[in-house]
């Protein structure tokens, strides 16, 4: 998929948090967005997935302008399309690891026991299938929800400090987890890191900051 982001702004108030941001994402590229805390990352990456909304400017994927849409639209073009990686996980509690991971694809009606378990060996979640999260490290939920952003093969995948909790080793391991899946099916990848190990990996480095993005 491609992203197009047009002159996007974004205030609370009187608070402005980003404007001005203009940006591009070619199917198959992957793009590292850094910045300080605060800047307005993680706002910046829920509007590319319409699950938050902005004052000014257009984003459209693959041509398709999100800010035109309904919420069923935007939820359903999310459901086929998009693969996103929280910041806080958002682990279903009641759900055990392999329920959290096939989630997306029972959601779309096409179940896929084995994709699951490929995707839970990916992230060296292997043997944890059935655990509850409340039984997982820190480490292993943020892998839990790398798993499940990328079972249903997302065209553009967007994760927010997806290595944040994970050792360097783990953290490398996964970002090879990331870019592989990813490119195997040509697929988008915006990442938002602190971490310039991550960053290192992508195709391009944007930084964000209140006066907007650059290379
Ligand atoms: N509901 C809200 N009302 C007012 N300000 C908000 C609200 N939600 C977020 N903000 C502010 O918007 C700004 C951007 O937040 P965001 O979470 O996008 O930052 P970030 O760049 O992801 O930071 P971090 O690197 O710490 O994750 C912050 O300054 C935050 O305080
Ligand atoms: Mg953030």
């Known amino acids: 998929m ?13 608070t402005i ?22 800047v307005g990352k993680s706002t ?13 400017g257009t984003v459209l994927l693959n041509g398709a302008d999100l800010g035109a849409m309904s919420d069923d639209q935007r939820a ?16 279903l509690p009641h759900l055990d690891v392999a329920q959290n991971v096939a989630l997306p694809l029972l959601l779309l009606g096409q179940p896929d026991d084995a994709r699951v ?7 060296g979640l292997g043997g944890l299938g059935s655990r509850l999260p409340q039984q997982l490290s820190g480490g292993q939920l943020q892998r839990v929800a790398i798993a499940r952003a990328l ?28 870019i592989a899946q990813t490119r195997e099916h040509g697929a988008a990848m915006v990442l938002v890191t602190h971490s310039v190990a991550a960053a290192a990996r ?14």
């Open 2 to 14: 491609s992203l197009n982001i047009s002159q996007l702004g974004k205030r609370y108030g009187d």
């Open 17 to 38: 948090v980003f404007s001005q941001v203009s940006l591009s994402v070619a199917p198959g590229e992957f793009v590292a967005i850094v910045g300080e805390s605060g």
């Open 44 to 56: 910046l990456l829920n509007c590319m997935a319409g699950l938050d909304s902005w004052d000014e």
């Open 76 to 91: 359903l073009l999310r459901r086929r399309h998009v693969g996103f990686v929280f910041q806080a996980f958002h682990v």
């Open 117 to 123: 378990q490929t995707l839970l060996e990916a992230v």
């Open 151 to 178: 079972v249903h093969r997302p065209g553009l995948l967007l994760a927010d400090e997806p290595t944040g909790n994970l050792d360097p080793a783990t953290a490398a391991r996964v970002m090879d987890a990331l």
């Open 202 to 215: 992508a195709d391009r480095v944007l930084h964000l900051s209140a006066d907007g993005i650059t290379d």
